[in-house]
């Protein structure tokens, strides 16, 4: 493990604190079997997103793999042959994924340290998955920049399960409800923003990438997506119990089942979209 970072902002520090103890929990990983069980062990959703967009890529590629968590993606794509580059603030994840890789044999090589920092990886990647991470950046722009700066002329970017604000909602909105209620809005101590659709495709476009396409997730029913947000516990309380909420939820889903994979419903920002962008071949 190496890191990139020397000393982290306030929010970041914050936020790593408050992983630890999920870090703690996870810590059953390392005594799974294989990359693919340990991809598929515990809450993470990005190797099913992931196992979508992977064919967009080469074969044995090299890739950035941003905010990590526990791992899981970056596993993930090891059992799909590829060297990963695992990136992730939290010490105590770097160091299971370390430690699990390791024990594997997996192509992992683990990085401490954040996405504004990424120009300080002395590589070259063939792609750079970002794993719901960029809106945990306190300068997103200059992450992808830094991203730029690290990919092969012709190397593709993903934005994976970014957090997106529908366009009736405002940034002044998401920081009130942090305030109020952060648990529910997912905030474990730091640096947790949520931007709008467009918002993502204007900062790829400010740090130099072209060919952006927005790309519907792996398609989910709205009972099972219901039953994940119902799953959501803190401290073993459940987040969500108003019978209203979760009426409304339902009904968005089922919505959103159905118009999810139209573009200018994504474009619009109504429903969820990962994001791709190209490193063009003669660009700086």
Known sequence: MFRITSTFSAG?????????????????????????????????VAPKHYCNLVGLIGDKSKILDVGVGAGQSSMFLVSRG???FALEPVKRFCELIERSAQKFGASVSVVHGV???????DQQFDAIFFNASLHHCDDPVKALASSYSRLKE???????N????RPWRSKEWFRRRLETNPDEMGH????EH????????????AAGFSSIQRLRPAKESAIDKLEFVLSRRVDGRRLHTKITGITARLLYYAIEERVGGIDIIMRASLVPCHFTAIKQCGFD
């Open 12 to 44: 970041v520090a914050a936020e790593e604190q408050a992983w630890e103890k999920y870090a703690e929990q996870n810590e059953r990983l390392f005594y799974t079997s294989s990359p693919e069980e340990y991809a598929q062990s515990g809450d993470s």
């Open 154 to 160: 012709g190397g593709r970017i993903f934005l994976v």
């Open 82 to 84: 590829h060297s990963v």
């Open 162 to 165: 970014e957090n997106f604000l």
């Open 188 to 191: 474990y101590g730091g640096n």
């Open 194 to 205: 949520a931007y709008h659709n467009w918002e993502y495709c204007d900062m790829l476009r």
């Open 115 to 121: 996405g504004e920092d990424i120009g300080e990886i």
